[in-house]
């Protein structure tokens, strides 16, 4: 069977505002494709103990290569033959090869085919006689095990995609049968009124009250067991993908998954895509080893990516998934294009923050570049051991520890008790970045690692200053010396030696410190922390405990005097507490410290403070 029902993708401009191009990349998609610092409220960060990845599937994250980046760019010679042409059977060997030749050695196992191996040229989709998509003849002419099989000669891994639903193009009038199903047809797996879901709308909801959608499922994932595939993308899955709503919930759909890929006796990795909701965490955890977090970081122009569409969202948008992730199930931040300079469309700087931002969260680490044309920076890059130990090792996600404005600093605590952490300048403009180690809960002197330059940099007292260029980063190993405690004072926010202004009030938080918080610091609620003493002036670095489920800003002050607007990131929820550090000046004796959520802004929730003791 073939269907023809997706136009043309349309241009989408390279330089386009960050809202708007993300917009676009997603109408883009719509129409042309077939388819921590851990939550203790205060005190240092704690180490995690690692669980146990599920018949270790997803016990790391995983590395390697996808087509979609270079099937979606307009970069010259990518795709001669029109829209997404790139991905031909010629072209992922071509990459397999190149990827067992220079990066299976630092990890990078895994080649995935995305959308379109069922499509031609003029993305026509081809199915079989029993409604699953085929490989187009032209495309992959000697069909998918046949790939799947050079993979695996490699000692590589083979993976592929499918959206979800039925698509519309194998309905067949409902007359379609369904393999090893008998007197199931294609009518009895979908709702009578022909519901559509996913993404891009472009199949139908299956009705999983009748048996004969989850043999479907288990149709679809024993054609790809038998192909050999050890690992599928799940696209355009809901809540999720810019959908919500009762049709594009397909919680049920990737539970189906989960059981027909147990059912094959196949190990397969089950990753879930794209900017998936995570009020439904909990699911995305149950069900699978991945989830995109975000949309496409491909900007659909004439370079792989670009800083502004979407790579530098990830920064706002990864924090409130970091206690989302562990061994069996990963945050995927989407492809990590930063092999080729000149098709990757960024600067060194860029390359380098991009690519740490992704280890520091243990991202899947999977390039869309042309592997056979690495450039010498992007081979250091991708291959840099010490900076894939971070993504790969037993550590806690990393989150921010400072406010999340053009300069952060971002951190987790490992378990061999030295601190990973990254600074990062995200400004147009060169600017210096400091790491306190109070934001860290420790104290005195450390020894510093730079693992980009693979140097040791000696010992640092209190904190590290680097001058990073624009959109530039830094990434280190951070070592406290003997007795590094930093002894601090704690204020609960819901203490009545504090004041509290506007709508603020106190309500009860099982994650908080003290079992309580002070909400609704909103239209100029404040909260005014009074008695914070401390025995001589100085600036202090002051640990925040909040809880606030989307990331909210508040305007912070000390002693009544004029106060900077921070940004305070994502928690992931509205039950759980995290913390960020901010600078103040206090004087010896006592002070306020005030939270105020100013007029018409929305602040976060305030937990508690902590306050050094000394500086």
Known sequence: MRSSSYPVLPAVPARAPRRAARALTALAV????????????????ATAAPATAPAGTAATPYMGWSSWSMQTSSYPGLNPDGNYSYLTEANVLKQTDALAAKLKKFGYD????????WMDNSWTSEYDQYGRQTPDPVRFPHGMKAVADHIHAKGLKAGIYLPVGLEKGAYGEGKVP???????????VVYPDLRTTNGWDSAYKLDFDNPCAAKYIDSQAQMLAGWGYDFLKLDGVGPGSFKSGDNYDNVADVAAWQQAIAATG?????????SLDISHAADWKRYSNGWRIDTDVECYCNTLVSWENSVDDRWDDAPAWSGKAGPGGWNDLDAVDVGNGAMDGLTK???QSYMTLWAINKSPLFTGDDITKLDDYGVSLLTNRDVIAVDQNDSPVARPVTPVGDQQVWGTRNSDGSYTVALFNLADAPAAVTADWASL??????AVRDLWNKQDLGTFKNHVTEALPAHGSRLFTVRPGRNSALPTTGYEAESAANTLSGNASVAGCDACSGGSKVGNLYDGGALRFNGVTVKKDGIYTVRVGYVSGDPRSATVSSDGGNGTSLKFPSTGDWGTAETVSVRLALKAGANTITFDSGSGGYAPDIDRIDVPQSL
């Open 30 to 45: 719509a129409i042309g494709l077939a388819a921590a610092i851990p939550a203790a409220a205060h005190g240092a960060p």
């Open 110 to 117: 895994h080649v995935n085919i995305d959308a379109g191996w």
């Open 178 to 188: 369904i393999w090893n199903a008998p007197g199931c047809t294609t009518a009895d």
């Open 266 to 274: 196949r190990p397969m990795h089950l990753e879930l895509s794209w």
């Open 349 to 351: 700087a860029e390359r």
């Open 441 to 446: 809960g420790f104290t005195g002197n450390a």
